[in-house]
């Protein structure tokens, strides 16, 4: 099942053409990942999945993306539910310099989605659990959640992110701010979610691509090369610059 | 051109940067020093709580710190509501546009006007145009005007220095943007904003220009009772007694001049004290 379809989607930063005609179908329920080198339009094609891109200015875009069957781009869209729906975390954890506990309820208690303290404490506890994060820190949810460490901070993001109950869940370089022990715990988490949201992740790192994603995007100075299974990607691609690039002959 | 020795010249220029900076310290100390040594005499209990007596001569100043106190209070309420709300307009909503920069363009112009020009216009609008008479809000108006300008520029940097990404984090959970602003942004931006509002409070306390004409009376016999009266004021009391008035006590001059110091160094050193302590605090 396709969760997300790009069709001829393009987009400007004010007269620089950062994508250009992409089109690419996401399947539900699995972990597409998107490579490609520094610069070549992989976060302007992930953040345009929620429309975060719209906060910067002079940002244009032409084209559709569907998102379960609906056009984000078309007029009288709610662009805040969309975001509910298609949540991101960053590359950089950027928990909020408040309690572990209200940073996983932020989302619910600002939007009002819920007001039964019962119900939040719930949803606070599950997205904890989620992300494998509750043992640890159930004594803790009271405290600044800048007093977590790194990785400990990243999963409290996505909890975050889950929390609002997202369908798609898009993640820039979760990890690359991370110790490689936290990384491969980050990406078996990755593994687990997967069975329950579609994810998106970009990653400078191969290796990760290959481990965890089941398709693969190569995107190169705004175009998307190649989309394929990545198995295909990384032994056997289509296009002379895919191979250069996963076998490391590229600058 | 002489060469110096690049040993010498470094130790040269240190000493005359050092020299320069000694030079800004010592009319602070010594203001401060003659106007205790005068004043402290005249610093009563009374002399703080009652009515001047013997045509000023005597009795206290009580009228005219209460005269400050409401002028500064009802300007900075009026100021820093409009300003706040200006602020995030500037750098939450405003487009870089012709009319946004028209309008930066204007408050960095306000800020520069003469403070005796806000005076003469708080008159023609206030006291005149809109007929509130001299009085404690045609002052405070006057006042608030004045210190928009400011206000606005510290709110803005204290708006700016909540990072860009806790905005990007909340509007990615589908938080809208006005609910962004009130939840994370205005929380985190707080103490900054409340640090700048009380250093103009201090500033705007020893101005006289803008409530000469506005709200600031030669004499009052009762005190306060409404924002309608016309009041005595500090540092116009201060004027006054300097010069219009012969046979004043040098102490009771002096004494004037250290309360309102006085007021305006304990409100910056409140502000002091408040930015260390949210820098201390300060989460990320
Ligand atoms: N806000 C912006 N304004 C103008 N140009 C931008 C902006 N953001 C990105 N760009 C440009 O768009 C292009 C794509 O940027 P993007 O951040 O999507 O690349 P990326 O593939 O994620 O790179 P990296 O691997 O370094 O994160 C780059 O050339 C970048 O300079
Ligand atoms: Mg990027």
Redesign the interface.
């Known amino acids: 099942m396709e969760k997300i379809e790009i069709k001829n989607f393009n987009l400007w930063y004010t007269d620089f053409h950062a994508l250009k005609n992409i089109n690419m179908k996401v399947k539900e329920k699995q972990i597409t990942a998107m490579i490609g080198p520094s610069g070549c339009g992989k976060s302007t094609l992930l953040r345009a999945l929620?429309r975060?891109n719209d906060?910067i200015?002079g940002v244009r875009t032409e084209g559709e993306i569907n998102i379960g069957g609906k056009n984000i781009y078309a007029d009288g869209i709610d662009v805040?539910?969309?975001?509910?729906?298609v949540?991101?975390v960053?590359q950089?954890p950027?928990p909020?310099?408040i309690s572990v506990y209200n940073n996983v309820a932020?989302?619910l208690q600002?939007?009002r989605i819920e007001s039964k303290k019962s119900v939040i404490d719930q949803t606070v506890r599950e997205s904890l659990e989620a992300v494998l994060l509750w043992d640890d820190i159930k004594d803790k949810l009271k405290k600044?959640a800048?007093e977590l460490s790194l990785e400990q901070q990243q999963r409290l993001?996505i909890a975050?992110?889950i929390a609002?109950k997202p369908q798609v869940i898009l993640l820039d370089e979760p990890c690359s701010t991370l110790d490689p022990v936290a990384n491969q715990r980050i990406e078996e988490l990755m593994m687990q979610l997967k069975e329950k949201y579609t994810i998106v992740i970009v990653t400078h790192n191969m290796h990760q691509a290959a481990r965890i994603s089941d398709e693969t995007a190569f995107m190169l100075l705004g175009d998307l090369i190649e989309f394929d299974k990545t198995d295909k990607i990384f032994t056997n691609p289509s296009q002379k610059q895919t191979d250069d690039y996963v076998s490391g002959r590229f600058g | 051109m002489i060469k110096l020795n690049p040993k010498l010249s470094q130790k040269l220029s240190y000493v005359l940067l050092f020299c320069a900076t000694c030079l800004v310290i010592v009319p602070v100390t010594v203001i401060i020093f003659i106007i205790v040594k005068n004043g402290a005499s005249a610093i009563t209990w009374e002399f703080l709580t009652s009515m001047p007596k013997d045509g000023m001569r005597g009795g206290g100043i009580l009228p005219a710190i209460l005269g400050t106190l409401s002028i500064v209070v009802c300007a900075i309420s009026i100021a820093l509501p409009i300003g706040v709300c200006a602020a995030i307009y500037l750098n939450e909503y405003a487009k870089d546009n012709l009319l946004t920069r028209i309008i930066k363009l204007a408050i960095v112009n306000l800020a520069g006007v003469p403070s005796v020009v806000y005076g003469l216009f708080g008159l023609g609008i206030f006291v005149m145009l809109l007929k509130l008479g001299v009085s404690i809000i045609a002052g405070a108006l006057t006042l608030a005007i004045m210190e928009l300008p400011v206000i606005i520029t510290t709110a803005r940097g204290a708006l700016n220095s909540v990072p860009y990404s806790f905005r990007e984090v909340s509007l990615s959970l589908g938080v809208s943007r006005w609910q962004t602003i009130q939840y994370i942004v205005l929380p985190n931006a707080l103490p900054g904003i409340l640090t700048g509002a009380i250093l103009s409070i201090a500033r705007i306390s020893g101005e006289t220009a803008p409530i000469l004409f506005t709200a600031a009376a030669f004499y009052v016999p009762h005190l306060p009772r409404s924002v309608f009266d016309q009041v005595m004021a500090l540092p116009y009391h201060l004027y006054i007694i300097s010069t219009q008035i012969p046979g004043m006590p040098k102490n009771i001059i002096y004494g004037t001049a250290l309360v309102l110091l006085m007021l305006v160094l304990s409100m910056s050193l409140v502000a002091i004290i408040a930015r260390l302590y949210f820098r201390k605090h300060r989460k990320w």
């Not at chain 1, 805040?80 to 729906?85: G, I, K, Q, T």
């Open positions: 929620n975060i906060t200015e805040d539910s969309l975001r509910r729906n949540g991101m960053f950089r950027n909020f310099p932020f989302g600002v939007n600044s800048l993001c975050r992110v609002v």
